[in-house]
């Protein structure tokens, strides 16, 4: 388990420990939970931010689906 020292405004703080009270109580490793649960929700949404952005210039950039070998659907299916 590690340890992180770290400066955050007063309200900041303040509301962060009374919302993680009301969530995991007032016990032992309250804060602790909180953080943790934070930081990797904090994670995933910066992952995911991460695997969007990437797609849409993947999209921008655009595929090659090879040439186009039939004009229409019906040649397809000529007798």
């Known amino acids: ?3 992180i020292t770290v400066n955050v405004q007063d309200e900041v ?6 919302v993680a009270r ?3 109580g007032g016990r032992k490793g ?7 649960e ?3 929700t904090w994670i995933a949404e910066k992952k995911q931010a991460a695997i969007t952005e990437r797609a849409r210039k ?4 655009g595929f090659n689906l090879g040439t186009k ?3 229409s ?6 007798p």
């Open 1 to 3: 388990m590690g340890t």
């Open 13 to 18: 703080e303040e509301e962060f420990r009374a």
């Open 22 to 24: 009301i969530v995991h």
């Open 30 to 36: 309250s804060l602790g939970k909180a953080l943790t």
């Open 38 to 40: 934070a930081m990797e």
């Open 58 to 61: 993947r999209l921008e950039k």
């Open 69 to 71: 070998r039939y004009e």
């Open 73 to 78: 659907r019906a040649e397809l299916h000529e």
